[in-house]
């Protein structure tokens, strides 16, 4: 017991090289286990129109509810707003992997903290998505706004056709799209060598927030609840680490070795 008590607070102080497999079989558990509960929150569609109308009318008061006119502005260029429903639909899966996995060669004294921070913004979300359900844009009756994904009939998203019976459309608030894309982008801001890179982090959320609303999928204050998420979830891995993820040295330290001790000559006296 001890034993493991000594492991675990060296691990928090600089954790250690990640294992592929283990990383892989945590990865898929974590995100099973997160789309089976973000699933299975009961569909209220009542309450989730409700909810939209209000955080429509909390825009109206705030003068930012402007989605409305971008929705209308993109889906009047036919081959803009389909590239943007493909966006939507899969860049944020590709992206968020091609993180994790840099991450996991090239700075492998960071992943585990980083990884956590992703988790934890992850997990949290779901108690948005169980106490706030909030139907998007798309989906608000009386709204105005355009459903580009049904229009345009984008295929792969869990938006609309048959993908839509087996996805919760009221799993609004927060967006993990921004979550996600927030995450990715600090991190390649924080890590990345060349300039141009860490341009590419800073624009990677910010096109993300545009492509939610382009495609009615999410309001800005989704966004906003997405972006807190991510604090939480850096701030989480800080108070657990007691360092910022990007902090830590590139690479993790190697375990030492203990030499087997040397045999002892034939005969020799004690």
């Known amino acids: ?10 691990h928090f102080r600089s954790p250690g090289r990640p294992r592929l497999w283990i990383e892989l079989l945590l990865i898929a558990v ?6 089976m509960v973000r ?3 009961p569909e209220m569609e009542a309450r989730a129109q409700h909810n ?23 889906d009047s260029v036919a081959w803009l707003i389909t590239g943007l429903n493909y966006d939507y639909a899969t860049l ?29 913004t992850t997990g949290f979300a779901l108690f948005g998505y169980y106490f706030y359900p909030l139907a998007p844009p ?13 229009k345009h009939h984008t295929w792969g998203s869990m938006a609309s056709g048959d993908m839509a019976h087996v996805s919760n459309q009221f799993a609004a608030m927060p967006s993990m799209h921004i979550g996600w894309s927030l995450w990715c982008g600090v991190t390649i801001f924080f890590l990345a060598k060349r300039r141009w890179v860490r341009v590419l982090g800073v624009l990677y959320p910010l096109s993300t927030v545009v492509v939610i ?4 999928n999410h309001f800005f204050m989704d966004a906003i609840a997405g972006a807190l998420c991510t604090a939480v979830g850096l701030t989480t891995s800080r108070l657990v680490y007691r360092r910022w993820p990007y902090s830590f040295p590139k690479a993790a330290p190697v375990p030492a070795l203990v030499p087997e001790p040397k045999p002892e000559p034939v005969g020799a006296s004690r």
Do not use: C, K, P
Not at 53 to 74: C, G, K, M, P, Y
Not at 142 to 148: A, C, E, K, R, Y
């Open 39 to 41: 699933n299975a929150v």
């Open 52 to 74: 939209a109308h209000d955080i429509w009318a909390l825009e109206q008061t705030l003068h930012i509810a402007v989605e409305r006119s971008v929705n209308h502005a993109f």
């Open 30 to 35: 974590s995100y099973w286990i997160y789309s």
């Open 138 to 150: 798309r989906l608000m009756l009386d709204g105005g706004f355009i459903d580009t994904v049904a």
């Open 92 to 120: 944020h899966f590709i992206v968020t992997i091609a993180v994790l996995v840099w991450l996991f060669r090239g700075h492998s004294g960071r992943y585990a903290a980083a990884r956590l921070s992703l988790f934890v």
């Open 213 to 216: 609303v382009a495609t009615a």
């Open 1 to 10: 017991m001890g034993h493991l008590m000594r492991s675990m607070r060296g």
